[in-house]
């Protein structure tokens, strides 16, 4: 074995433990929301912060280094070199910043996401207000350590979606936002109105289970290298091969919740179980980015599963799961309902067409306020404001307003544009698809979903982190991520529907 | 703080993270046998095998052996001095056992159980012969690396029975054999014969699971600290403070399996839930033997579960659960056929009666295998003649003779001793608690279980491991572990049964 052999296998054997480690933190996690008792609650956080600590000293052990250090300039091929790319990104990240700040932030954001739950409850901003200027102070300082080429806001965006800037997204993000606002008022002014008591009526859970799982199925979530579980909030956990846990949650009253939360989940555990497991433990086994990931969720949710082919599969099916509430319903009305646009305050229960305005909203924000730009205490206003200008209403307290989400309480400042990074790169992704793969409609229609995961398989979910999310981009599409195919296609279904 | 301080502080923060890696073993061991997909066993095995090399790591520390040292002469209480006894056991007996021959023990038994389940569905012994001669020869050599003052035997059992010699059991199992042989052979020839046909009936599974889990509630098992799953093999998983959980298996047509199976593992799960949770961490706030523990769970299945007033509360709430199958049985003939007593081959199917000669078999072919006095290919005979002296059968095939267990596949010999530590503890104090507590069985009757729970809980729970098994049973009962507790309870239950 040559001596960078050496190094390269000793490096790959410490980044696997390490993962190991997460995949344990992972199966806990997923505990913690699902089955644990009640109880259980301070033991685990006991069990979580010793598992992150043994975690934390791998990603930085300065052995990793000089590892790291060896392979700079050796004679790699190109997988190797991808691998070494990306165990070095991560490393540094948690050489560079501080164990202090570490700390300090967990501490603080442990305490913030409390105080979170009340502030939103009681809809109090002034309760959150302290906590909310320390984390972005610390936020500041972790951009600091990290280090950055332009704007500091990418050293936080770079720990969720690797070598993105706010130089390539600003654009985007811009165009999508002229594009969007227009369209959505058209709807607004359209006289087609979707009748959403179709999906408001019982759907008795127990049958919205079984039709879920057996929908999961037939998209081809294998079930004996997976679960479907309940939760209060929907999330997918990808543990390693053969084990990926979904949970989505059902309301007995409404069809969404649970049907497109568990298509969600299923384009994350698709994109999971189809990584490949030679690979298990290193970067190249892994999913790039959040905003890749978010797009395979996105993909199935949104591209397919509210596309009318899909439903020309289903709905029969899910008419016969809830003959009470759909017996009378027609194929046309279901699907218009399933496709409302119409703006709301609350980013979690948004159409897919108003959805990303919240997040331009977030992603403005956020960067003004790491920028020293806009005053913790001046939140509220600046939120109402734009809000009012993006979605043409304005929030009637602040747990409809700057209060709703978890992410700034956890101290996860650029995190959000990852989600709208997922809408478009999946509608990027999906016209490729539609472009390769011939007969895609007709194929959903008879329930086949076999040739669209296995193109996604080969183009996107077996390389793992080997390509950067960008260069990935470039690689499937053939350019660069660009909002005008997610426009063009909310564009093409919009329009015959609402009859604009 | 003083030397001493510091130095027992510093050894409870290092026992306490092994506890908490311990505990994460737990959970991925509950849910290996519950919930994880089947493909995930590859993962799960290497999860595993890191945090049990993280564990070991921490137990057989050098660190950990200075400061055991440190406080071996220094001036502690006597609740910190019975902490460093365990600790020190556990500490030495990592230490003393070489690296190789725990690496090749875990080796052998990993390939020996997947053999081990193929042998016993052949009935082929000649397919485990090899590997119980490997395992055999590894355990004697754990025995001498451990350390022994009689028998090489003693060295093995210490591990489940801290304090437990050859010395002390063999006395007490023979008396046992001499009493339990006569009684057994009196039952055969009654002319009372219980109606199993009444516990072999329909008994919907999702109802069985309802009334078990309303008397695991009735009993004192918390259900906001635990759970009552469904596994193959029932266990229990006290993972820490407000957290252990139960199993079941429930058959449609078999009362007994999920009943008896639950509380079983509630008798454990009680044990665990009523530790004291301010030394969690430390052997003052864990279980001090498999024995002790084993006697909670029989307590509660035999000593409880199958007496008269248990039922007087338990029977009409059965009817009501299972009309079908108990609306025409009286209280009478159904508590006779839950207390039958009859040799049967398998181990975990025998009554509470012929039960203990299962165990003193394996006990003698146990010490006649390590001693050198027994050659694995031999043991089939040896079994059966044997067998045939205790129980008056021929076991026809050796999955029903001594292929039935997992214990020596896994290289736990030493192990089985406890199951009749457990029977003979229970008795014991249960003689005590009925002495302490007038009226026990009038509180039965009332469903009230809260008594007998907080005696066993001030008396047992509570001291952890503070002392030894055997002081802990004096204290307790005012003398030494006596078989013939057991064998008087027996013969008042039985006889009048029997009409003997």
Known sequence: ?????????????????????????????????????????????????????LYHERLADPRLGELLDQLADAPLGELEQACVREVRRVHHRAVKIPKRLVEELARTTTLAQGVWVEARAKSDYSLFLPHLQTIVRLK?????????????????LDEYEPGATVAQLQPIFTALADALVPLIAAIANSTVRPDRSIIERDYPVDRQRFFAESAAA????????????????PFCSGLGPGDCRLTTRYHPRRFNDGFFGMLHEVGHGLYEQNLDPQHFGTPLGEAVSLGIHESQSRLWEN???????????????????????????????????????????????????????????????????LADQLQPADLPLAWNERFQQLLGLSPPDDARGCLQDIHWSSGGLGYFPTYTLGN?????????????LPGLDEAFARGDFAPLRQWLTQSIH??????????????VTGQPLDSSIFVTYLRDKLAPLYRL
């Open 424 to 436: 478009l790169y999946a509608a990027q992704f999906m016209a490729q698809a539609r472009r390769d």
């Open 303 to 369: 591209q397919v599963g509210r596309s009318e082919p899909f439903w020309r599969h289903f709905f029969p099916r899910a008419r016969q799961a809830f003959p009470e509430a759909l017996a009378e319903v027609g194929h046309e009305a279901f699907y218009l309902a399933i496709n409302e646009v119409t703006p709301s305050f609350i980013r979690v229960e948004a159409d897919e067409a108003t959805y990303n305005l919240h997040i331009i909203l977030r992603f403005e924000l956020e960067q003004a306020l």
């Open 1 to 53: 074995m040559t001596q960078t052999e050496s190094a390269y296998s000793e490096m790959v054997e410490r980044v696997r433990q390490g993962r190991l480690l997460a995949a344990c933190m992972g199966l806990l996690s997923w505990d913690e929301r699902t089955y644990m008792p009640r109880a259980g609650g301070p033991l685990r956080g006991e069990q979580m912060a010793l598992l992150a600590k």
């Open 462 to 475: 077996r390389h793992g982190s080997r390509y950067r999310p960008d260069e990935l981009c470039r690689r």
């Open 140 to 156: 500041r300082e972790e951009a600091q350590a990290v280090g950055y080429d332009q704007s500091p806001y990418d050293a936080l």
């Open 218 to 233: 037939a998209l081809g979530f294998r079930f004996d290298a997976g679960r479907l579980d309940v939760s209060v909030h």
